[in-house]
């Protein structure tokens, strides 16, 4: 499985932008489907974007036009800009990472997870 580690969380203001990088350890990285998470205080871990290894993206309702998945495979890098945060996108963003996508979106369906960045959003 791949070993990955996340970057990039902290503190905006409402209207900001960040952007959140996961660094992936596996040579064989551009054979995985990948993407971010996340979780905030009493709720369920929730999609946010999807990449598939050739690049097709799926995002959430929530964040369309508002956040950007993208992935460097000739540095194993997988990245989330976010523009025009809201305090409702305040979480843990955790990136996820799977070479056999079963087709569900659900947290389940990946195996290789980070250990979680904090993103808030102040209003």
């Known amino acids: 499985q791949v070993q990955l580690v996340e970057s990039g969380g902290g503190l905006v203001q409402a209207g900001g932008s960040l952007r959140l990088s996961c660094a992936a350890s596996?040579?064989?990285?551009?054979?995985?489907?990948m993407a971010w998470f996340r979780q905030a205080p009493r709720n369920q871990r929730e999609l946010v974007a999807f990449?598939?290894?050739?690049?097709?993206?799926v995002y959430a309702d929530s964040v369309k036009g508002r956040f950007t998945i993208s992935r460097d495979n000739a540095k194993n890098t997988v990245d989330l800009q976010m523009n025009s945060l809201k305090p409702e996108d305040t979480a843990v963003y955790y990136c996820?990472?799977?070479?056999?996508?079963?087709?569900?979106?659900?947290?389940?369906?990946?195996?290789?997870w980070g250990q979680g960045t904090q993103v808030t959003v102040s209003s």
């Open positions: 596996a040579r064989t990285f551009s054979w995985y489907d």
């Open positions: 990449i598939t290894a050739s690049g097709s993206t």
């Open positions: 996820a990472g799977t070479r056999y996508w079963s087709g569900d979106y659900q947290s389940s369906s990946f195996r290789s």
